[in-house]
């Protein structure tokens, strides 16, 4: 389908859901709707007698082999086809979730698009992983590219992809990247928008509508490794963040201060929970800025962000229809949709991100 038809149809797609809610404004396009993901995830598996990686098709977990994609970014894509190579040479075996045979799960390449750094996380079934000083050094040799290595130990027979311990086998075991003139630290299992070009034209637009003059109290929340929270403080008095994974909280941290910001503060836990506790000690943000999951916010965090009467609240969604859940439970704190704006943050899918202005009426 070509590009503009896909903007045209997301444009209308949103339309329908939200103009009953508010002004919905023109969508925001990707001057190159190739390439962009910067995390690709590839799963291994043995089929016909062959190592295949790729993606679990639909609903299922029979993996359909990829040897190129056109949303991925062409280093992580070749740097999974030499690993591919290298298990064979090696003689590295697939796991098998039926027979509990085998090392290798899957491979997660994270590429920086400004700095050039590349992560590449091996998850393994367990910790024993044969030859792999070997094994680094030869993909090294094949991807000079490469600059850190990481092994996830994932033993586990869940969904989930990446373990909860990890083996650095090379490098500092995160990459760093530029995004909207700050500095940040990525580690195997740190949220980082995958679309480094049109992020930059999401936060712009986020920073727009919330109109901050530098004296207000401003809460970031889910704030991953801080990228909403680190770029508001420059115009902020002070800024407080929130996440519930501790390795993002850990590294929004570091982020902060190696780009030498002071007023800001990054908290582990609940969003929902942390703002009641924020709202009981008698702290009350003058803006408020959420990127939940595609999942959405919770009725408690709602409650609480109505609680608090922030004169805006800036809402950036990936998932339109939790959105429009979302804007129905402010309407019930008086807090409705002045206008929202989408963001083709996904090109060649179905997926539309958006920043939406909510305000007190």
Same mark, same amino acid.
């Given at each position: 389908?070509?590009?503009?038809?896909?903007?045209?149809?997301?444009?209308?797609?949103?339309?329908? =859901?939200?103009? #009953?809610?508010? &002004? +919905?404004?023109?969508?925001?396009?990707?001057? $190159? %709707?190739? /390439?962009?993901?910067?995390?690709?995830?590839?799963?291994?598996?043995?089929?016909?007698?062959?190592?295949?990686?790729?993606?679990?098709?639909?609903?299922?977990?029979?993996?359909?082999?990829?040897?190129?994609?056109?949303?991925?970014?062409?280093?992580?894509?070749?740097?999974?086809?030499?690993?591919?190579?290298?298990?064979?040479?090696?003689?590295?075996?697939?796991?098998?979730?039926?027979?509990?045979?085998?090392?290798?799960?899957?491979?997660?390449?994270?590429?920086?698009?400004?700095?050039?750094?590349?992560?590449?996380?091996?998850?393994?079934?367990?910790?024993?992983?044969?030859?792999?000083?070997?094994?680094?050094?030869? =993909?090294?040799? #094949?991807?000079? &590219? +490469?600059?850190?290595?990481?092994?996830?130990? $994932? %033993?586990? /027979?869940?969904?989930?992809?990446?373990?909860?311990?990890?083996?650095?086998?090379?490098?500092?075991?995160?990459?760093?990247?530029?995004?909207?003139?700050?500095?940040?630290?990525?580690?195997?299992?740190?949220?980082?928008?995958?679309?480094?070009?049109?992020?930059?034209?999401?936060?712009?637009?986020?920073?727009?509508?919330?109109?901050?003059?530098?004296?207000?109290?401003?809460?970031?929340?889910?704030?991953?490794?801080?990228?909403?929270?680190?770029?508001?403080?420059?115009?902020?008095?002070?800024?407080?963040?929130?996440?519930?994974?501790?390795?993002?909280?850990?590294?929004?941290?570091?982020?902060?201060?190696?780009?030498?910001?002071?007023?800001?503060?990054?908290?582990?836990?609940?969003?929902?929970?942390?703002?009641?506790?924020?709202?009981?000690?008698?702290?009350?943000?003058?803006?408020?800025?959420?990127?939940?999951?595609?999942?959405?916010?919770?009725?408690?965090?709602?409650?609480?962000?109505?609680?608090?009467?922030?004169?805006?609240?800036?809402?950036?969604?990936?998932?339109?229809?939790?959105?429009?859940?979302?804007?129905?439970?402010?309407?019930?704190?008086?807090?409705?949709?002045?206008?929202?704006?989408?963001?083709?943050?996904?090109?060649?899918?179905?997926?539309?991100?958006?920043?939406?202005?909510?305000?007190?009426?």
């Amino acid at each position: 389908m070509p590009y503009e038809e896909q903007l045209s149809r997301k444009a209308q797609k949103m339309k329908k =859901l939200f103009g #009953k809610y508010g &002004e +919905v404004r023109g969508i925001l396009g990707a001057a $190159n %709707p190739y /390439g962009y993901r910067n995390k690709v995830t590839a799963a291994f598996g043995f089929r016909n007698g062959r190592l295949i990686s790729g993606v679990y098709e639909k609903n299922s977990h029979r993996i359909v082999n990829i040897d190129r994609c056109l949303i991925q970014d062409d280093r992580a894509d070749r740097i999974i086809h030499v690993i591919r190579d290298l298990c064979v040479s090696f003689k590295i075996h697939s796991y098998d979730e039926d027979t509990g045979f085998g090392v290798l799960r899957h491979v997660m390449v994270r590429t920086a698009a400004e700095t050039g750094e590349v992560l590449v996380i091996l998850v393994t079934a367990g910790p024993i992983f044969p030859g792999g000083r070997n094994f680094v050094r030869a =993909l090294r040799e #094949k991807c000079p &590219e +490469v600059t850190t290595v990481v092994q996830s130990i $994932n %033993p586990s /027979g869940s969904s989930m992809v990446l373990g909860e311990r990890e083996k650095v086998l090379f490098g500092p075991g995160y990459i760093e990247d530029l995004l909207c003139g700050l500095k940040f630290r990525i580690s195997p299992a740190s949220f980082y928008q995958v679309n480094h070009a049109q992020t930059e034209k999401l936060y712009a637009k986020a920073m727009e509508e919330a109109h901050l003059t530098g004296r207000e109290s401003v809460l970031d929340a889910y704030c991953g490794i801080g990228t909403i929270g680190l770029i508001a403080a420059g115009s902020a008095s002070a800024v407080t963040g929130v996440e519930l994974n501790p390795d993002a909280v850990r590294d929004a941290r570091q982020n902060a201060r190696q780009n030498g910001i002071q007023n800001i503060r990054f908290f582990e836990g609940d969003a929902g929970r942390f703002l009641k506790e924020l709202l009981n000690a008698g702290e009350r943000p003058d803006v408020i800025f959420m990127d939940p999951p595609r999942s959405g916010s919770t009725p408690e965090f709602i409650r609480s962000a109505c609680a608090a009467k922030p004169e805006r609240i800036v809402y950036i969604s990936c998932g339109p229809e939790s959105l429009a859940r979302d804007l129905g439970e402010f309407s019930r704190w008086n807090y409705h949709l002045t206008h929202i704006t989408p963001v083709d943050l996904f090109p060649l899918t179905e997926e539309i991100e958006s920043v939406s202005l909510i305000e007190k009426r």
